[in-house]
């Protein structure tokens, strides 16, 4: 765990300056992506522009083309008719469609100037943009439309005649440094047994977990003086106090899951909140509810929120008679003990389930960590 720290130390440490390179270097590439973004947009805007002309030229073109044509076929036509037909008036038909293909010619002419300076020119371009984009030279040849000379030593490293390392020139020579540590942190983590930790925790939660409700449920004593355990033993037998029956049918034990010290003084079944199923089939003596109380489950199923003295006035008097005076002695006992174990054991529990459920966020969190590495 040492060297993952250690090791997870010194690459964050590094990463911080090559995380701002990095900052820097996005807000750069992001400039000269809308400074090329905006270049694009003005040359296809020009080429949209000369997409009109273009279009009209054509059909310009086209259109002299046709009309050549047919003054080429009627001038064709005159000289035929006066050749052999002795049409001698049809020389005029001849002499019309010269004139016109001798404008014609002169139109063509100019033309040909007109595209004999244009077309060079684009050519030339086009070939400087390619010799640009591809040449050793590049940011020589871009500096002046891409501004940030970083930026220019990150492209040309990728294009020909660069060096192709452009991690180096993203992050300069402490990269090295920083992905070395990297390194060593994937290392030991790799390294990390997830398997054995994992057990381990989950050994140790389950053991806690165990512990906390044998104490809550009464497994566990928690009392050991000979008093303390004498009040819970005289409560087990209700047959021993006054006014109350001679052959009881209840048995009070702190649990069932232990009766070494503290056993049931009647032979009877097992009454847990398994069995008894709500507070008031308890209360009513229905059946699954009478025999030999799990006392702490009983207690913690129903009646974790009474208060001092509510024990004796709302279930014992109410269930077995206010004229025994065992509800007495067991509702003092149930202020003194019962009551306040209950309240620490439940913020005891509460506070252990958070615990708990925290760990196992942790242990789910191993198993991905050691896999992605």
């Known amino acids: 765990m040492s060297g993952i720290k250690s090791s997870a130390s010194s690459f964050a440490s590094g990463a911080t300056g090559f995380s701002s390179s990095i900052g820097s270097i996005t807000s750069d590439l992001n400039s000269v992506q809308t400074q090329i973004t905006d270049l694009d947009n003005s040359m296809k805007d020009g080429l949209d522009l000369m997409e009109t002309p273009k279009t009209i030229g054509t059909l310009v073109i086209n259109l002299i083309y046709g009309i050549a044509l047919g003054l080429a076929a009627l001038a064709l036509l005159g000289v035929i008719l006066m050749t052999f037909c002795d049409k001698y008036k049809c020389r005029y038909l001849m002499y019309f469609s010269c ?39 590049f940011t020589a040849n871009t500096q002046k439309f891409i501004s940030d000379a970083q930026v220019q030593n990150i492209l040309s490293s990728c294009l020909v005649g ?14 090295g440094n920083t992905m070395n540590n990297l390194t060593s942190a994937i290392t030991y983590t790799s390294a990390f047994n997830t398997s054995s930790e994992t057990a381990s925790i989950s050994t140790a939660i389950t053991n806690i977990t165990a512990t906390i409700t044998s104490f809550r449920m009464g497994v566990t004593p928690d009392i050991t003086d000979g008093d303390s355990l004498a009040a819970l033993l005289a409560v087990t037998k209700m047959q021993d106090f006054t006014g109350c029956p001679a052959s009881p049918v209840d048995s009070y034990v702190p649990s069932m899951s232990n009766t070494t010290s503290i056993g049931c003084s009647i032979t009877a079944s097992t009454v847990d909140s398994t069995s008894c199923t709500s507070a008031a089939n308890f209360l009513s003596g229905a059946a699954g509810c009478v025999g030999c109380i ?9 009646y974790t929120g009474l208060t001092q003295g509510q024990w004796k006035t709302n279930v014992l008097d109410p269930k077995y008679g206010a004229g025994c005076t065992w509800t007495t002695y067991f509702g003092n006992v149930w202020d003194n003990y019962y009551r306040v174990k209950l309240t620490e054991m439940d913020t005891i529990n509460t506070r252990w389930n958070t615990a708990s459920s925290s760990l196992g966020i942790v242990i789910g969190d191993f198993t991905p960590v050691n896999s992605t590495m």
Do not use: K, R
């Open 162 to 175: 660069g060096s192709g390392d452009i991690m180096a020139a993203v992050g300069g020579a402490s990269i």
């Open 99 to 137: 004139v016109i293909l001798f404008f014609f010619g002169i139109l063509g002419f100019l033309l040909a100037i007109i595209f004999s300076i244009i077309v060079p020119v684009m050519y030339l371009f086009c070939e400087w943009l390619d010799v640009t984009i591809t040449s050793s030279g």
């Open 294 to 302: 799990d006392t702490s489950s009983i207690l913690n199923a129903y």
